[in-house]
């Protein structure tokens, strides 16, 4: 895809799908308009008005592991690397200029930009990127994204442009957690330091201290977030002199404010809305590939011992059938065990005939049970839709709500967990690693499986896992993660479903915005303007 595509032949629609070609030609157009790096001195004077469904828990860059809280903290802190504003596969420099990897895999050298300043003035140099590698392993901030760094061996800063980090062992992932948005932001060292009594944890909570386009100029909890554009900002004059971040957890409310002329943006809304407001003029449907995917979870103990029950589970599901229901044209069926760009085309297959035949006599006399996250309206949908497939079928299923905060438990007791949970999930980056060490790795004594509920997965698996890991030829990393998806599939513990796009419905004036694959519900703002700006 070279373009935007019209999704139907209604010549009202305003639904589109960005594509890289049209998303790398804003950017570069933005790029090139900086002026090698110097910020314009002029910029409009226009607001964005977003809004957020549930508040983040602090500002600091290195603990907010929530995809929602990526829509404030991209604007105000940026990392070495980032992932393309073409939502797509590609890495590409930001803070660091360029970056080579030693033949052996464990050493790598980032040359960074010159002309980058904090929100305080500042200039970076590398010891901010030492000070804000070194913090995400800090005990003191408990950091959730620790593990993209605990494979570091030592950091070296032999002069204020360049950043050397040496790795224990090699690492095919490394490259992609650091262009994760999740991945290390740089924070302003002197402010590390002038804080360390805590690590600048409860400085941070209610500051910011970064070098994005945007920073903080105030903030109400539980409602919203005030950001103003960065005059010296490397990157060029934003689009908007301010934006305003709205804490609005009720999807209807967010509409009614975006109809009312309140909000600019909205996402996470549902299938009918997105087709409703494609027909009208004064929006667009914008949707943007992502890495989420649906997906089952089953056990492979008790009810579902059996393999053969497990596929015939699975081959009584029509994905296309499910994906149209539940996600409309919003999604698409998915064909791989990961999650797209993840591994060749080909490879990792998640493929079965349709057939629900054997169901019936494989399921008699017993009643299975399907999880899903409470307070998910979309999941209990597709929940529901799976328990009439199979009751077609002839296999009884009872539906349970799991609280979000006990799902992480399940896997330390079995006995007392469904036989089977849907969710709807995603990676922190493009990597194999990420989507199968968190979810397939069956070994969770190693600290590996954090999200494999149900425990499914083999050692076989989590062996060809550690080998993708540990390799640095392209050839042989595609080879390994493509065994271990083979592998899991063939366990049927893991049920593949639909990968789904990011929607936002926007007003039709909007244009430009960039969007990063690993990170739906959320837009670059760099390039995001009006087009009357």
Partial sequence: MTGPRTADKNPRSRRRVLAAGLLAAAFTLAACGSGEGKAATTGPTDQLRLAVSSDLPTLDPSTVYQYEGNQVLTAVYEGLLSYSPTSSEEIVPQLAAKYTVSPDGLTYTFTLRDDVTFTGGR?????????????????????????????????ATPDDQTFVVTLSAPSSSFLSLVASPFGPKIIDSDVLTKNAADSATTYLKDHT???????????????????????????????????????IGDAATQLLQLQGGDLDIVTGQPVATLDQFARNDAYQVVEYPTLQKAQLHLKVTGSLADVKLREALRAAIDRAAFTKQIFGTHATVSTQMYPVKNVPAETATDAWTTDPSALSALAAGKTLTLGYVSGHARDKQASEALQATWAAAGAKVELVAVQGSDIYGLSSNLGSAPDMIYETAYPD????????????????????????????????????????AAATEQATIDSDY????????????????????????????????????????????????????
């Fill in 429 to 468: 980056s493009t990597h194999p690693d990420t989507w199968s060490r968190l979810f397939w790795y069956s070994d969770t004594a190693k600290g590996n499986g954090a999200l494999n509920y149900l425990v499914g997965g083999t050692p076989e698996a989590d062996t060809a896992i550690d080998a993708g």
């Fill in 209 to 247: 201290a970064g070098t994005g386009p945007y920073e903080l100029a105030g903030m109400t909890k539980g409602q919203g977030y005030e950001l103003t554009a960065r005059a010296g900002y490397w990157g060029g004059t934003p689009g908007f002199a301010k934006v305003s971040v709205k804490v």
């Fill in 123 to 155: 200039t970076m140099t590398s010891k901010d990127a030492k000070a804000s590698f070194e913090r995400l392993a800090d005990e003191k901030v408990a950091s959730q994204m620790s593990y993209m760094v605990m494979g570091v061996k030592s950091y």
């Fill in 482 to 533: 493509a065994k271990a998806g083979d592998l899991v599939h063939a366990q049927a513990s893991y049920i593949t479903l639909a990968d789904m796009n990011d929607s936002f419905i926007m007003r039709a004036d909007l244009t430009g915005g960039g969007h990063w694959l690993p990170a739906p519900l959320a837009l670059d703002l760099r390039t995001l303007k009006r087009a009357t700006n």
